[in-house]
């Protein structure tokens, strides 16, 4: 059971970055997969989730419309699910974790409920 993020850098406000979760595995076939982010000073929030099994997906308001959440595939035992960030604000800088609930707890949208983690990478967005 593992987990690996990609894909952060440094941006320019209204650029985009599109972070990759490597998901490695047979058990996550049906837990919800998450992004979550945690700002230097602040708490950790939650960002986006995607249902493993049937693709439901939610997000935080602050980044409805600007972000999107999907997954890719590859075999039953790895893949890889996606956040694709448009229009990156300052506000989004922060450093990016994926994380895994255990199988078949279903959606949802507070970190606490995330049990397996991947390290973290980091998004900085100047202005």
């Known amino acids: 059971v593992q987990l690996q993020a990609s894909g952060g850098g440094l941006v320019q406000a209204g650029g985009s970055l599109r972070l990759s979760c490597k998901v490695t595995g047979r058990a996550f076939a049906t837990s919800t997969i998450g992004w979550l982010r945690q700002a230097p000073g602040k708490e950790r929030e939650f960002v986006a989730a995607?249902?493993?099994?049937?693709?439901?997906?939610?997000?935080?308001s602050s980044v409805q419309g600007r972000f999107a959440i999907y997954r890719d595939n590859v075999d039953n035992v790895i893949n890889t699910m996606y956040l694709q960030m448009n229009s990156l604000k300052p506000e989004d800088t922060a450093t990016y974790y994926c994380?895994?609930?255990?199988?078949?707890?279903?959606?949802?949208?507070?970190?606490?409920?995330?049990?397996?983690w991947g390290q973290g990478t980091l998004v900085t967005v100047s202005s």
């Open positions: 994380a895994a609930r255990k199988p078949r707890l279903g959606y949802s949208g507070n970190g606490d409920d995330y049990t397996y």
């Open positions: 995607s249902r493993w099994n049937d693709g439901y997906t939610g997000y935080t």
